[in-house]
């Protein structure tokens, strides 16, 4: 006997795109083919589950995307089996970005509130294709398989029918209005289920597709074969299943289910039993928060935000996927984005350019800062790393007193062997101690790597790879930056009211003075557009620029600054010398330009030659010195910037 109960259910969901809103508070119950079936209104959509009536342990379900009441035989199959069966109505929203973000939040509820399978099985029949891969692609660490039965895979084929599909000029209006877009741009348009697959593959989420091989609607090769081709070139796994038994219907679009208990058990195979991966929030401290920020994209509809670091963060990946979500999480604000990632470089040079680099593009209300991996690897002490990373911050709040932050800690080998020793890495600690000094938002992604790999959720050598992440790597950084986003809602708090420094000749006045200011030259020449004269290496910045360039023993320079530090930024290739030098006339002190790295490459190479100076006017005379490296091949000083803290 079928039963209707009204059950009277409050909660709160987090929204991505605001501050907490209730979802309607009415539950339905009514019974689906023998189980119980729970309808509610989620973000002002319909929404249900279906309940097995034993559950397997850890609550795994399968989600449709639409056309939910077609072809439920597997669905029978998986809830007799102990599967629960979810779905939240975004139709006519052909996975746009709006729709990918009430699928976030449906998506936290279920798993959070209602104790879902943190992997979720995804099913997509027809342009529920859209859905379930715009929404894998966004986040594939959550999806345990994919069934997609004659899936829409790009939109140029259906609704569009700009290929060999009969296409739906309905629905293709319909399509255009909602992205925004014209015929011609239609054509260039990329967020389709055929591209950007590199960090699904990488997770291994196996696919399945069960297609017709006549179908007139959405034609396998213009859908399924392409992203077949495209997925198995980036390693994924995906296998087809042609359905030729039986009527043929809707222009070959509708066919029937040849042995839905072969997709039931694909889909049981890979969700069972149920993989409960460390969470993000033991990693993440929101601190002060990002309320400032937030609100000033939701008011003003305006916002800048800046990527400062080497170059994880000069590199595609985990910048650009923030970037996506920060403008599809606030869809109405018009973003600048200052992408200010320089290999090699850390915190003691991102404090000297911040000022050319991020503020001279623009004053950031939310800055990323990655420091820790280069901080290491260059060797720059615990006391400067303190000074490079609050002179940022303080230089930033200076420029924009409402601006939020997010310092973030990486990982590399180094970390997870002090991690392997019970140590905490130097770099880790400096940037805790920094964010929570200020009240920034901090990561610490050096540790839950080195934890998720500890826990047989991934390995280095196969998976994340590299101190430069792959496509996997950056995954699992983006993923847990997303978190704090989704996590920070908060009201703004308000200008940020500055501590003492933790160090007071921290570099919050760093900037950069051009090499010509430099006096009294002998044997330097300025290059007014440098590049090496061998087949070295550089970077981008430091190639083509003025040089203050010296190559014999004995020449030099003076330079006069007003300030409490003095550096200089070089180029160190494989004939880098060493230098002498004095400031004000007092004890000479002797340096070595070459590095570990320079047979290799002319690294941009950061040096503070003294950076606890009285306040005032002082003197810097540089020699190149007569000795060098007994690995470099020359005596060469090239000076790009002088370092000036005032």
């Keep these: 006997m079928t039963k209707r109960i009204l059950i009277g259910i409050w909660f709160a969901v987090l929204l991505v795109s605001g501050p907490f809103i209730a979802a309607q508070p009415t539950e339905k119950v009514s019974i689906w083919k023998g189980f119980e079936k729970v309808e509610f209104t989620f973000e002002n959509k319909n929404a249900w589950f279906v309940k097995p009536q034993k559950a397997i342990a850890g609550n795994p379900w399968v989600w449709r995307a639409h056309f939910p009441t077609w072809h439920t035989e597997m669905d029978s199959i998986l809830l007799s089996r102990g599967f629960h069966i979810a779905y939240i109505n975004t139709n006519d929203m052909f996975a746009h970005p709006k729709a990918m973000q009430v699928w976030d939040a449906f998506y936290d509820y279920l798993v959070n509130q209602k104790q879902f399978a943190p992997k979720v099985a995804l099913e997509g029949v027809s342009r529920g294709g859209l859905y379930v891969y715009g929404w894998a692609k966004r986040n594939p660490d959550k999806v345990s398989c994919i069934y997609a039965e004659a899936p829409v895979c790009d939109p140029k084929s259906w609704p569009g029918g700009r290929g060999k599909g009969l296409g739906s000029e309905k629905d293709w209006a319909v399509w255009l209005k909602l992205f925004n877009v014209t015929e011609d741009e239609a054509a260039k348009f990329t967020d389709i289920p055929l591209n950007d697959l590199v960090g699904l593959a990488s997770y291994k989420v196996p696919i399945i597709h069960a297609i017709g091989l006549k179908d007139k609607h959405v034609p396998a090769e213009e859908n399924s074969d392409l992203l077949v081709k495209n997925y198995m070139q980036l390693g994924g796994p995906i296998s087809v299943y042609p359905m030729t038994r039986g009527e043929q219907e809707m222009e070959g679009h509708h066919f029937p289910i040849e042995h839905p208990e072969y997709f039931a058990n694909f889909i049981e195979q890979h969700s069972v039993p149920v993989q409960k991966n460390l969470s993000h929030m033991p990693y993440i401290q929101v601190n002060k928060g990002l309320g400032n920020a937030f609100e000033k994209f939701r008011k003003e509809k305006k916002g800048t935000v800046a990527f400062l670091g080497g170059s994880i963060t000069h590199n595609p ?103 392997e020793k019970g140590k905490e890495p130097v770099e880790v600690a400096v940037h805790e101690r920094v964010a929570k000094h200020y009240g920034t938002a901090y990561i610490n992604l050096a540790k839950e790597v080195y934890d998720r790999i500890t826990a047989g959720e991934f390995s280095w050598k196969y998976d994340f790879k590299d101190l430069h992440p792959s496509p996997y790597g950056q995954e699992v950084y983006f993923q847990t930056i997303k978190e704090l986003l989704k996590t920070d809602s908060s009201a703004a708090t308000n200008a940020i009211k500055l501590p003492a420094p933790m160090d007071r000749f921290s570099y919050e006045k760093g900037s950069y003075h051009e090499v010509a200011e430099a006096k009294n030259l002998k044997g330097f020449t300025l290059n007014p557009d440098w590049k090496p004269a061998d087949k070295t290496p550089t970077r981008p910045g430091f190639v083509n620029v003025p040089m203050l360039v010296g190559e014999q023993p004995n020449a030099s320079l003076d330079f006069e600054f007003k300030g409490r530090g003095v550096g200089i930024a070089i180029i160190s290739g494989p004939d880098a010398g060493k230098i002498t030098y004095t400031i004000d006339g007092k004890k000479p002190q002797t340096l070595d330009f070459f590095t570990p790295w320079s047979n290799q490459l002319h690294l941009p190479w950061y040096l503070m030659l003294s950076d606890e100076l009285s306040s005032g006017k002082h003197k810097l005379h540089l020699t190149i010195a007569s000795e060098k490296n007994e690995k470099s091949t020359g005596n060469a000083c090239r000076i790009v910037y002088f370092l000036v803290n005032e």
């Design 317 to 419: 990946g985990w910048r650009d996927k923030t970037a996506q979500y920060l403008k599809e999480h606030f869809p109405e604000t018009d973003f600048t984005f200052i992408a200010a990632g320089i290999p090699s470089l850390g915190s003691t040079p991102h404090a000297f350019r911040f000022e050319r680099d991020v503020l001279a593009k623009g004053t950031p209300d939310l800055l990323f800062l990655e420091a820790a991996v280069n901080d290491r690897g260059n060797g720059f002490s615990e006391k400067a790393q303190i000074k490079g990373l609050e002179g940022i911050l303080r230089h930033l709040y200076a420029a924009n007193p409402n601006a939020n932050a997010v310092l973030m800690a990486f990982a590399e080998p180094g970390k997870n062997a002090d991690y």
